[in-house]
């Protein structure tokens, strides 16, 4: 299975490696490039076998992400924001209604985008006769532009709490904006969408628990995100390396008293490769921990224990650090390895770094750094919030 998979996935790298510069330079909504990930049927990889999809765990998921990520961070982004959102309805949702989206997904190669974002409070919801009416503005709604469904939050009018749901991105009443205009992640659409009188019928909402409270199973939400995020960040930072690689070996010149030939003997270039492999491996070795973590952490979802959850947070967070700091560090470190001709327009290479830094800038380390010390030193679990 792994096999075919892998074949899928190499053929769909190639074909985006082609043209993600030009694209990046352009934004909008890279819909061919879409379209082929739904033609591939790698949008049924977590769906269960016997609902019609790969049956695939998180290990697998994340790496493809991460090798996606290495030509083109934005579609590597949507991509795993699709599993995110598929995720959600199993922490959030019934078994019956897992059930349903995810065979649905694997059956239609429906791509999910999302209007979830828990810090964005702008939308509303009022109980009808037949379910709920939203309104209001979303904001980061990433993947939602050329998107079948919209996973959505909206705060509760006449009741206290959150309603989450999933709702066709085509519902009369949704205009999803084009209104993305970051100088990274820019073919992410992680622009806006405004909901008018918007019909969000009963069997839509997500609601496993009868007291409408959030479950400890359901915030393992926070560390899937948290998780593809850091392999969008890694495999950025890995395309980086060798993209920087591979011009300075072929077109660098040598400092002109270094006393070599060619820039690959330069002793000053040498070092800093080194350097950032050893940070480069120091990110993967702490992500494969994550990962396990993180994969023990959903298999265990229905007995899930807070030791076990804060423990998978802590590990999630302690890769996320060393993966900004290489992944940010790489891509701007690399001009000064590459030489002054590498920042020509018609390379592009500054895409690494904009991405990069867009991306960091929604989630400090600051924070994860202080969580992990307090761990360290007075062993308190961080605060469950979105983000930790």
Request: aromatic residues 10%; contains cysteine.
């Amino acid at each position: 299975m792994m096999t075919v998979i892998s074949a899928i996935v190499s053929d769909l790298i190639d074909k985006f490696a082609v043209t993600a510069s030009e694209r990046d330079k352009e934004g909008g909504t890279a819909k061919e490039q879409r379209d082929l990930i739904r033609r591939s049927d790698l949008l049924g990889l977590i769906t269960p076998k016997e609902l019609g999809g790969y049956g695939q765990d998180w290990l697998n998921v994340l790496a493809i992400i991460k090798q996606i990520a290495q030509v083109d961070s934005s579609l590597a982004h949507l991509f795993g924001y699709h599993f995110l959102c598929l995720a959600t309805v199993d922490l959030y949702g019934t078994e019956r209604q897992f059930a349903y989206y995810a065979q649905q997904t694997a059956e239609r190669n429906l791509f999910w985008g999302n209007a979830f974002n828990p810090l964005d409070q702008r939308v509303t919801a009022t109980k009808t006769q037949s379910g709920w009416e939203i309104n209001g503005v979303k904001s980061f709604c990433s993947g939602a532009s050329d998107s079948d469904l919209l996973l959505i939050s909206a705060q509760k009018r006449d009741e206290e709490g959150v309603l989450f749901a999933i709702i066709p991105t085509k519902r009369t009443g949704i205009l999803v904006e084009n209104d993305w205009d970051s100088f990274g992640q820019r073919q992410t659409d992680s622009g806006s969408v405004q909901f008018e009188h918007v019909e969000v019928l009963a069997q839509e909402v997500l609601v496993a628990n009868p007291t409408h409270t959030i479950s400890l199973k359901s915030t393992i939400r926070t560390h899937i995100a948290q998780s593809i995020l850091n392999h969008v960040l890694l495999g950025t930072a890995e395309g980086a390396f060798q993209a920087a690689k591979e011009y300075t070996k072929n077109f660098t010149r040598p400092w002109l008293t270094a006393n070599v030939q060619d820039a690959s003997e330069d002793p000053y270039y040498v070092y800093h490769y080194g350097e950032f492999f050893v940070k480069l491996q120091a990110a993967i070795a702490l992500s494969n921990i994550a990962n396990d973590h993180l994969q023990a952490t959903w298999n265990d979802r229905q007995q899930l224990t807070i030791k076990q959850r804060s423990e998978c947070s802590i590990a999630v967070a302690t890769a996320k650090v060393q993966i900004v700091k290489t992944a940010l560090d790489i891509t701007n470190g690399m001009f000064e390895l590459m030489g002054a001709r590498a920042t020509s327009a018609k390379y592009n290479f500054d895409r690494y770094w904009r991405n990069v830094r867009t991306h960091t800038l929604h989630d400090p380390i600051d924070y994860k750094i202080r969580d992990i010390g307090q761990f360290a030193l007075n062993g308190k679990y961080p605060e469950i919030s979105p983000y930790s």
